[in-house]
């Protein structure tokens, strides 16, 4: 017998440590993809709602009216928020304004219209509450999104939640007249 052959027993052992290199290797590519695949989504639940506050704010900001027949901003229903915007630059003339108009159907939808075309900000809001504690105010009680805002259970992988740690009040620059 030669002295330089392969024995049964070792071709076993390195077959052995083959496949657990290799398992090793796939077990930490189904990982790293899971870790991408929550991140991602907990990513556009975040862009979701920074989106729907940057846009809130920039309408709200450029917000003119009065307290009387035209007021720059008025809460329609418990989730539908009118701003009337001066586009033409005519301010003492409200007839001419533009009103925009954010609403959230109570399921999962906010959408924002203005002169007729709609356009939707988010499909992932679950909760949005707001208020007009003055003139040319919104405050944003509650705005919470979930990935998938149809299924009740959070789950930080697989349905991630984000929602305001607090109340946010977005106020105009312009003033209102009497």
Do not use: C
Request: proline residues 4%.
């Amino acid at each position: 017998m030669s002295d330089k052959s392969i024995t049964l027993v070792e071709l076993i052992l390195s077959m052995v440590l083959l496949s657990v290199i290799v398992l090793a290797a796939v077990s930490f590519d189904h990982a790293s993809r899971f870790l991408f695949q929550s991140s991602e989504r907990t990513t556009l639940v975040l862009n979701d709602l920074t989106l729907i506050l940057e846009h809130l704010a920039k309408y709200v900001s450029l917000a003119t009216g009065d307290r009387g027949n035209y007021p720059a901003i008025e809460k329609l229903s418990g989730t539908r928020l009118r701003i009337r915007n001066d586009i033409r630059n005519t301010p003492d003339n409200y007839v001419d304004d533009i009103a925009s108009e954010y609403t959230w159907d109570g399921s999962r939808n906010f959408t924002f219209t203005r002169s007729g075309s709609s356009t939707r900000l988010s499909g992932r809001v679950a909760a949005f509450s707001f208020s007009t504690p003055a003139v040319n105010q919104v405050r944003v009680e509650t705005l919470t999104l979930r990935y998938d805002p149809t299924n009740p259970t959070v789950d930080p992988k697989t349905n991630p939640e984000v929602s305001l740690p607090s109340q946010i009040t977005i106020s105009s620059f312009s003033s209102s007249a009497n």
